[in-house]
């Protein structure tokens, strides 16, 4: 029996719907929740990225403002621009976009971020306390990734799963989310001998890598959820097309379930955003309560 499809952008919809009505509910309190997004040099290659922000978190009830900085603004002068981002409680989120360019570190605006409004997940101590089982405003990807899972007929305590791909925002992150609910994790990697034999003893396979085909069906146990997180752009005799890590059609004749690129995780991923906006504002309205009123709520 072929693999059921998973319906990511159906998941990513009634996520939006009930952050919406958080974020209403904030709303009536004074606290709007509102994001800020930071772009740097050309903006084309995040165009779309940013677009679709903007869409979510008008569907989301979440206000958005994009902001532009040209490309040779400084480290010094953009982590200024942070700074000031951080102390304005006008502001509850900052989204660092993607690409920058190559004299502006990533990790290093990553870091400038104040946790509070690290609504991407990024910060190191967001990063961190996931080791913890401390979810929240964690690494939007990697929790995506696990909610869709969580969408599953499957009991999760117990659970054999392998990650494929070790990064610190999705491979690692997904690891240990999954080892807070239960499963047994195996991570594999570049070095890892024999990832086929990992993978085909798991009821369970995230793949985030950036090979596309990287996944095929003989690596699968028969009705085990493949949770493809790769996004790659192959060209075709057709033109170009986007692809994720899996072998889709291989990998779909084995696999219980499998999450399709795109419309899988994509989707859930800029959900999870909205919803880490909407838990920022509220983290930050109990800091102020507790600051500067005692009165934490």
């Given at each position: 029996?072929?693999?059921?499809?998973?319906?990511?952008?159906?998941?990513?919809?009634?996520?939006?719907?009930?952050t919406r009505a958080q974020a209403?509910?904030?709303?009536?309190?004074?606290?709007?929740?509102?994001?800020?997004?930071?772009?740097?040099?050309?903006?084309?290659?995040?165009?779309?990225?940013v677009r679709n922000q903007g869409?979510?978190?008008?569907?989301?009830?979440?206000?958005?403002?994009?902001?532009?900085?040209?490309?040779?603004?400084?480290?010094?002068?953009?982590?200024?621009?942070?700074?000031?981002?951080?102390?304005?409680?006008?502001?509850?989120?900052?989204?660092?976009?993607?690409?920058?360019?190559?004299?502006?570190p990533v990790k290093a605006l990553?870091?400038?971020?104040?946790?509070?409004?690290?609504?991407?997940?990024?910060?190191?101590?967001?990063?961190?306390?996931?080791?913890?089982?401390?979810?929240?405003?964690?690494?939007?990807?990697?929790?995506?990734?696990?909610?869709?899972?969580?969408?599953?007929?499957?009991?999760?305590?117990?659970?054999?799963?392998?990650?494929?791909?070790?990064?610190?925002?999705?491979?690692?992150?997904?690891?240990?989310?999954?080892?807070?609910?239960?499963?047994?994790?195996?991570?594999?990697?570049?070095?890892?001998?024999?990832?086929?034999?990992?993978?085909?003893?798991?009821?369970?396979?995230?793949?985030?890598?950036?090979?596309?085909?990287?996944?095929?069906?003989?690596?699968?146990?028969?009705?085990?959820?493949?949770?493809?997180?790769?996004?790659?752009?192959?060209?075709?005799?057709?033109?170009?097309?986007?692809?994720?890590?899996?072998?889709?059609?291989?990998?779909?004749?084995?696999?219980?379930?499998?999450?399709?690129?795109?419309?899988?995780?994509?989707?859930?991923?800029?959900?999870?955003?909205?919803?880490?906006?909407?838990?920022?504002?509220?983290?930050?309205?109990?800091?102020?309560?507790?600051?500067?009123?005692?009165?934490?709520?």
């Open positions: 029996m072929r693999a059921q499809v998973i319906d990511g952008k159906a998941i990513a919809t009634r996520m939006r719907a009930d209403q509910a904030l709303a009536e309190t004074g606290w709007m929740p509102r994001l800020v997004s930071v772009s740097v040099g050309d903006t084309a290659a995040a165009e779309i990225y869409r979510a978190a008008e569907q989301a009830g979440v206000e958005f403002e994009t902001r532009a900085y040209p490309a040779d603004i400084s480290l010094e002068q953009l982590t200024g621009v942070l700074t000031g981002l951080n102390a304005d409680p006008r502001v509850n989120g900052i989204i660092i976009q993607r690409p920058l360019p190559a004299h502006i990553q870091k400038a971020v104040h946790p509070l409004k690290d609504v991407e997940g990024m910060h190191p101590a967001s990063i961190g306390n996931i080791v913890y089982n401390d979810l929240a405003l964690g690494p939007c990807t990697a929790v995506a990734a696990v909610e869709i899972l969580k969408t599953l007929p499957l009991g999760l305590e117990g659970l054999d799963v392998t990650v494929i791909g070790h990064s610190e925002i999705v491979g690692k992150p997904i690891a240990f989310l999954m080892m807070g609910l239960g499963a047994t994790v195996t991570v594999c990697h570049h070095m890892t001998r024999s990832v086929p034999m990992h993978s085909r003893a798991s009821d369970v396979v995230f793949v985030a890598v950036g090979k596309p085909g990287l996944v095929t069906g003989e690596m699968l146990k028969p009705g085990a959820a493949l949770i493809d997180i790769g996004i790659n752009r192959v060209e075709t005799p057709e033109g170009g097309k986007t692809v994720g890590d899996a072998d889709f059609d291989s990998c779909a004749e084995v696999a219980g379930w499998i999450t399709p690129v795109p419309g899988g995780v994509g989707p859930v991923t800029v959900s999870v955003l909205m919803q880490n906006a909407v838990l920022a504002t509220r983290m930050q309205m109990e800091h102020y309560r507790a600051t500067y009123t005692g009165a934490a709520e």
